[in-house]
T-cell receptor
Framework: GAVVSQHPSWVICKSGTSVKIECRSLDFQATTMFWYRQFPKQSLMLMATSNEGSKATYEQGVEKDKFLINHASLTLSTLTVTSAHPEDSSFYIC??????????????FGQGTRLTVV | SQQGEEDPQALSIQEGENATMNCSYK?????LQWYRQNSGRGLVHLILIRSNEREKHSGRLRVTLDTSKKSSSLLITASRAADTASYFC?????????????FGRGTQLTVWP
């Protein structure tokens, strides 16, 4: 199956700093990538949909100035958590949909990034 | 926002037994997918069932879909300790961006050796 690589797998940062998480599709081109957030023992909540070359679409309640998403190429999307606070500590997961088939319905997930803000 | 609800939230069984998890959703879907997640790790795609399918098998997994009841079930037969994980259903909603998934709350499965 297709491979999506997410980096870093874990990061600890100080309050007030910014953290960038990368999501790469390694063996396919992804026109669309998705960013999810997961709190401990809870489900995955969709944060935003990222389309290559255009602005991301954010879900209701997600601050676009807080969670900056850039999808500059068909293989890379980044999520930057700006001015991080302890309540931003969470597990962030990206997924990517292949551009090779317009009707492709399977999304491939990265390994996730554990963010801890201290 | 979340779409699905899994039932039960937690399931504890012995090795060799079957495990059944249920998922209900609210809207019209293109397909429904089941994922597995080991603690603190990424998601592993298990199986996808399209809206025009009623049942699908993959190894020890059997998935059913009832679009009239907006529900799905995942059956793991002859469970193993290695099946211990959280299991999530996710819907790919009709009219939504393809690949955009809405996840249920998940079922935590524990299989005792």
């Amino acid at each position: 199956g297709a491979v999506v690589s997410q980096h870093p797998s874990w990061v600890i940062c100080k309050s007030g700093t910014s953290v960038k998480i990368e999501c790469r599709s390694l063996d396919f081109q992804a026109t669309t990538m998705f960013w999810y957030r997961q709190f401990p023992k809870q489900s995955l909540m969709l944060m935003a949909t990222s389309n290559e070359g255009s602005k991301a679409t954010y879900e209701q309640g997600v601050e676009k100035d807080k969670f900056l998403i850039n999808h500059a190429s068909l293989t890379l999307s980044t999520l930057t958590v700006t001015s991080a606070h302890p309540e931003d500590s969470s597990f962030y997961i990206c997924s990517a949909r292949s551009a090779s088939t317009r009707r492709s319905t399977e999304a491939f997930f990265g390994q996730g990034t554990r963010l801890t803000v201290v | 926002s979340q779409q699905g609800e899994e039932d039960p939230q937690a399931l504890s069984i012995q090795e060799g037994e079957n495990a059944t998890m249920n998922c209900s959703y609210k809207t019209s879907i293109n397909n429904l997918q089941w994922y597995r997640q080991n603690s603190g790790r990424g998601l592993v795609h298990l199986i996808l069932i399209r809206s025009n399918e009623r049942e699908k098998h993959s190894g020890r997994l059997r998935v059913t879909l009832d679009t009239s009841k907006k529900s799905s079930s995942l059956l793991i037969t002859a469970s193993r300790a290695a099946d211990t994980a959280s299991y999530f259903c996710a819907t790919d909603d009709r009219g939504s961006t393809l690949g955009r998934l809405y996840f249920g709350r998940g079922t935590q499965l524990t299989v005792w050796p």
